[in-house]
């Protein structure tokens, strides 16, 4: 396994020509989406402007790297991060043909887009998405920052620039939220974002530091080599050593009914459990339904949550067959088996995802925002891959969606799975009757509590792309 050392001069080209947030998170608590259209006659101007946003704004991997080493050294936050994307016919617009990109094809999910692949993923139809995702997407920019005013005087002058050379059709914003240990949540309440992949020496360091690992005693091993998630830029003339990468983009905006979800897992646990049962023993419905404890804690490590540094910890791995600590039909074991000798690590991708809330939002910062007095809360589901169809066409698909997963009859994945057209059985559940036994079980049933309400395929090209358009 070769992991990238930043500190090795080396790298220094593939890691000032690699956008940000791809191999680490750029780790902001705010953030700003912002999809829009070209406007038609207005190439040049396009092209200008994006050489000019990339040169101001667009965060380098090496930029990031350096904004992390002030951090760690004297709390000084790295201030602005900034990312540009562009979709199959922004690409086109431009005047460059994806469809026959010179040495390297790109990815085919990539090129119809992920309206066109609702066979894929059970999305719902297009015309229960929300209306902005609708319409052709030509390009995305994900601004960041910790300071949520300084972050929304740059969108809203962002928005008045492009409104000279494009129509912007939705503007999402994303809010961390931490529990008491300061983890990051979701809005079920459960810490998300544990288990990524790792792509630097000396996080994988630091991973074992923290897990207490010795030599050859591992029993997950989360490191990953950089093409698990880069491919080589395909519209840049590159030397043998290849310097200038990208990587494709998965966004969807996921709907939680908070209220719903937290009811039915109260109702099953009196269900499962009977209703004077001890609180903590129903606290195991939700860690069945998830994988872990809201702190993070591993349902197959432990049958109550307050594990020491449970909302780090991942040196874990299942049984197999299951040996009724963790569900096969768990989300978090859906989504990522961990199992041994087979290819799920080529599966995995590098998640980026962010809460949202809405209500009522403020139309000079946001004017495309839905106005309401209903609150809305859910998940800016965000991944780079470098294979869509392989990597989360794939974990939708045949690990998610799929009711006979592992084990026959084992339902979808309860938070994220979607039935598409054939419904029955999908959402019952067998649930251990007594944690660490395989059997009896009882069977219990939960609803679909997520909604996917729109979203679009991207690529984040190279900083040497996006500067090279000057060039044109």
């Not at 009811?263 to 023993?281: H, S, T, V």
């Amino acid at each position: 396994m070769t992991l990238i050392d930043p500190t090795d001069f080396k790298n220094n080209e593939l890691l000032s020509n690699l956008q940000g947030n791809i191999l680490k998170g750029h780790g902001r608590d705010h953030t700003t989406h912002i999809f829009l259209e070209f406007k038609e006659g207005h190439v040049n101007d396009v092209k200008k402007w994006i050489v000019g946003f990339t040169k101001n704004h667009v965060t380098s991997f090496k930029k990031q790297l350096r904004d992390r080493e002030l951090y760690k050294r004297n709390k000084v936050s790295g201030g602005l991060f900034a990312s540009f994307f562009l979709t199959s016919i922004g690409y086109d617009y431009l005047g460059f043909d994806s469809k026959t990109a010179s040495k390297n094809k790109m990815d085919p999910a990539f090129l119809e887009g992920l309206k066109t692949r609702q066979r894929i993923t059970n999305d719902p139809p297009l015309k229960d998405w929300e209306k902005g995702y609708q319409n052709q997407i030509h390009a995305m920019i994900l601004l960041a920052d910790d300071d949520v005013d300084k972050m929304t005087l740059i969108a809203r002058n962002v928005s008045k620039e492009i409104g000279n050379i494009g129509i912007i059709y939705s503007t999402e914003h994303g809010h961390i939220i931490r529990n008491a240990n300061g983890d990051g949540l979701e809005h079920f309440g459960y810490v998300d974002g544990i288990s990524q992949p790792l792509f630097l020496k000396d996080e994988m360091e630091d991973y074992k530091s923290f897990h207490n690992i010795p030599d050859n005693k591992m029993l997950f091993d989360p490191s990953a080599e950089k093409e698990l998630v880069l491919v080589p830029d395909p519209f840049v003339e590159q030397p043998d050593e290849i310097t200038c990468y990208g990587s494709y983009f998965v966004f969807r905006k996921l709907e939680q009914d908070v209220k719903g979800f937290k009811a039915r897992e109260r109702e099953l646990g009196d269900e499962l459990f009977g209703e004077n049962a001890d609180e903590e023993l129903k606290e195991l419905v939700g860690a069945y339904l998830v994988g872990r404890f809201e702190d993070g804690t591993p349902v197959a490590m432990d049958d109550e949550e307050a594990m020491i540094g449970s909302g780090n910890f991942n040196n874990f791995n299942y049984h197999d067959p299951s040996d009724g600590h963790c569900p096969h039909f768990a989300h978090v074991r859906k989504t990522n088996p961990r199992r041994e000798k087979h290819p799920d690590k080529s599966r995995i991708m590098a998640r980026r995802g962010i809460p949202y809330e809405k209500a009522n939002v403020d139309k000079f910062v946001d004017p495309t925002s839905s106005q309401s007095d209903k609150k809305e809360f859910g998940l800016l589901f965000m991944s780079y891959q470098a294979d869509l169809r392989e990597q989360f066409e794939h974990i939708q698909q045949s690990f998610a969606n799929k009711k006979d997963f592992e084990v026959k009859e084992t339902g979808i994945d309860p938070i994220i799975g979607q039935s598409g057209s054939e419904p029955d059985g999908d959402r019952n559940y067998q649930f251990p009757e007594v944690y660490g036994m395989p059997t009896p079980t009882k069977v219990g049933s939960f609803d679909q509590f997520v909604t996917f309400k729109g979203g679009e395929y991207f690529f984040a090209p190279s900083i040497g792309f996006l500067r090279g358009l000057g060039c044109e």
